[in-house]
């Protein structure tokens, strides 16, 4: 007889909206430990880009698992750092949601693209990546920190605090709210960050067991691209603390498509590429290529902002 799976994730509504699908694909019996001291969840006010550490919404999680505490975390994969600690496993790449952005409005507007809003509105995102892009296409609007879960950002849109907020579609979607999606943000202009709309699904690197059960909610596809485009990312030592973006697609001879772009913070200097190769090659092939066009230079000059 099978042991109970111990699951422990974040304890926002999206978190247990993930779990819940996880829950569903694995149909066995469960545990759900709720995991409410992360970084991200009790620091509401500093911009996600200045606080002084990764792992902000995943490392309490994983402590479960080091601490034996629970068999399997569930993680927004997007928020998971590239290193992660060597007693850990990345056992499956849950197949993607929707994976671009989208903007939600408050109520009294009925704008359908970003090139439609006047100048001066206020527009909600803790994504660097976000502001960088915006700026850089339409410096005439006014990007505003927002934080909270994604409940609580709605709120405080519906409220008047901001005229619009950006948010991953498959956060929306994975909350049923698709209603509340005033209009999308094209993937290939806009693209997205590394790894997001993807599931996360780690456990102990020893659980031999635990890794085979998780095995069924591994998407091949999804875990091509994220693996390139993590890797990207990792080369690049970049995180949700820099404004890097991709867009990535499997193609039908087994290798992966990625674009990838770097920008800075007022989005006065961008730097893109693409390449095509074996997912396992492809993240550090087009890092080399954003590295020759200047790449590492806006990286450090970055760093030296924070």
């Known amino acids: 007889m099978q042991k109970q799976i111990r699951i422990a994730t974040r304890s926002s509504a999206l978190a247990m909206a993930q779990t819940n699908y996880v829950i569903g694909e694995l149909k066995q019996e469960f545990e759900i430990i709720k995991v409410s001291n992360e970084v991200g969840d009790v620091n509401l006010q500093d911009p996600l880009y200045q606080m002084p550490t990764v792992g902000v919404f995943t490392k309490q999680v994983e402590q479960y698992l080091l ?15 590239t290193i992660i600690d060597a007693q850990l496993y990345l056992a499956a ?3 993607f949601e929707q994976r671009g ?33 915006i700026k850089n296409r339409y ?4 990007l505003i920190n927002i934080r909270g879960n994604l409940n609580t950002r709605i709120q405080k849109l519906d409220e008047g605090q901001y005229d619009a907020i950006i948010l991953a579609k498959a956060g929306i979607l994975r909350l049923g709210l698709s209603e509340r999606i005033s209009f999308d943000l094209e993937e290939k202009e806009f693209l997205y960050a590394p790894a997001q709309a993807a599931l996360g699904i780690q456990c102990r690197k020893d659980d031999l067991q635990t890794i085979a059960r998780l095995q069924i909610l591994n998407d091949i596809d999804s875990q091509k691209r994220c693996v390139a485009e993590r890797m990207f990312l990792n080369l690049l030592e970049g995180g949700c603390r ?9 193609r039908e001879d087994g290798q992966v498509y ?14 893109e590429d693409e390449a095509l190769d074996h997912f396992e090659k492809v993240g550090q092939i087009l890092c080399e290529k954003i590295k020759v066009l200047g790449g590492v230079e806006l990286i450090e000059s970055l760093k030296q902002q924070k």
Do not use: W
Request: net charge positive.
């Open 258 to 271: 990625i674009k990838g772009r770097v920008m800075a913070v007022d989005g006065s200097k961008v730097i």
């Open 93 to 95: 790449y849950t197949k």
């Open 139 to 142: 410096p005439k609007l006014n």
């Open 101 to 133: 952005d989208v903007v939600l409005l408050n109520n009294k507007y009925n704008y359908k693209s970003l090139s439609e809003l006047p100048e001066g509105f206020k527009i909600g995102t803790s994504s660097l990546r976000r502001i960088a892009t």
């Open 242 to 250: 820099l404004p890097i973006a991709v867009y990535s697609e499997c």
């Open 67 to 81: 601490e034996q505490k629970a068999d399997v975390a569930v993680h927004s994969l997007k928020d998971l750092p």
